[in-house]
């Protein structure tokens, strides 16, 4: 299964400018100048804090921009103020399109003025997270990691550690919005593996890629390694799921993604240009066929 992705940041956010509420003014190609919908601007209005209006901003601004790209829609605030991503029962986004829902499925993260969504076809099971490197104490990882997890934390050296730990909290955070459970279940029940992550402490290493992995057509014939950046693992929840997904880290961040059924490394997406007000023509990714 294809998985499409697509980052933001603030800057991103702040060269589309603010726009006004919608109706109050209309573009001469009949478009709002406005961004978001009716119902975003009262959700963002009765919000009291200026980080979650912000992280609430970027996140939507990126969501509707990856929406976008996947339905090969223009980047245009016409388009934007008809996409809205609204909570579903469990508190996982779902996606409406001129108040219909639309079948896909998203997933979103954001950290430090940085944010992500990870896209795919509806009814997936997706999950994907941002993180940056942190150290964490032995308490965090006795109160949050299973046995064989505070394990392979252990036997690497102390200058791999921190991301180590974030990696293993980032995918464990990616399985739980795929389960539709966030922070409500067990974090030690979601056991994860990651393949390709520090030579000779990991048993994925000498094992090559997890059976699961060799018996999908995404990953036949592959070694561990990374395939655009993106190395795999492997997320089981006890008596329950096992979502396969991929792991990046780069500089001080640590992307994860995981999906069912299995997902191919993720694919940017790429921005469609527009003409209209808050237009970006950022992206050098790809868009899924129509």
């Given at each position: 299964m294809d998985v499409y992705w697509l980052e933001q940041t603030e800057a991103d956010l702040a060269n589309a400018g603010t726009g006004v509420l919608p109706g109050d003014s209309?573009?001469?190609?009949?478009?709002?100048?406005?961004?978001?919908?009716?119902?975003?601007?009262?959700?963002?209005?009765?919000?009291?804090?200026?980080?979650?209006?912000?992280?609430?901003?970027?996140?939507?601004w990126t969501a509707k921009n990856a929406v976008a790209a996947y339905l090969q829609l223009p980047a245009d605030f016409c388009n934007f103020?008809?996409?809205?991503?609204?909570?579903?029962?469990?508190?996982?986004?779902?996606?409406?399109?001129?108040?219909?829902?639309?079948?896909?499925?998203?997933?979103?993260?954001?950290?430090?003025?940085r944010a992500v969504c990870a896209v795919a076809p509806s009814l997936a099971a997706l999950g994907c997270d941002l993180?940056?490197?942190?150290?964490?104490?032995?308490a965090f990882i006795a109160d949050y990691f299973a046995t064989e997890e505070q394990l392979l934390v252990a036997?690497?050296?102390?200058?791999?550690?921190?991301?180590?730990?974030?990696?293993?909290?980032?995918?464990?955070?990616?399985?739980?919005?795929?389960?539709?459970a966030g922070l409500?279940?067990?974090?030690?029940?979601?056991?994860?593996?990651?393949?390709?992550?520090?030579?000779?402490?990991?048993?994925?290493?000498?094992?090559?890629?997890?059976?699961?992995?060799?018996?999908?057509?995404?990953?036949?014939?592959?070694?561990?390694?990374?395939?655009?950046?993106?190395h795999p693992l492997r997320v089981r929840q006890l008596g329950g799921q096992t979502f396969l997904g991929w792991w990046q880290h780069t500089g001080n961040l640590v992307r994860t993604v995981v999906a069912a059924p299995p997902p191919a490394p993720p694919l940017e997406l790429s921005i469609l240009p527009s003409s209209t007000p808050g237009s970006s023509a950022a992206g050098s990714g790809q868009s899924p066929a129509a």
């Open positions: 209309v573009g001469h190609d009949g478009c709002v100048t406005e961004w978001r919908s009716e119902r975003e601007v009262a959700q963002l209005s009765a919000m009291r804090f200026a980080k979650r209006r912000a992280d609430w901003q970027l996140g939507r103020a008809q996409i809205e991503m609204r909570s579903g029962p469990s508190g996982a986004p779902e996606t409406f399109l001129r108040n219909k829902w639309a079948p896909i499925t998203i997933s979103l993260s954001h950290r430090a003025g993180e940056v490197v942190e150290s964490h104490s032995d036997r690497a050296a102390s200058a791999d550690r921190p991301w180590l730990v974030t990696l293993l909290w980032s995918a464990k955070e990616s399985a739980l919005k795929a389960l539709h409500r279940l067990d974090t030690r029940g979601v056991i994860v593996t990651v393949v390709d992550a520090l030579p000779g402490t990991n048993h994925e290493r000498e094992a090559g890629v997890p059976e699961e992995y060799a018996n999908n057509a995404n990953f036949a014939a592959r070694q561990p390694g990374a395939v655009n950046g993106w």
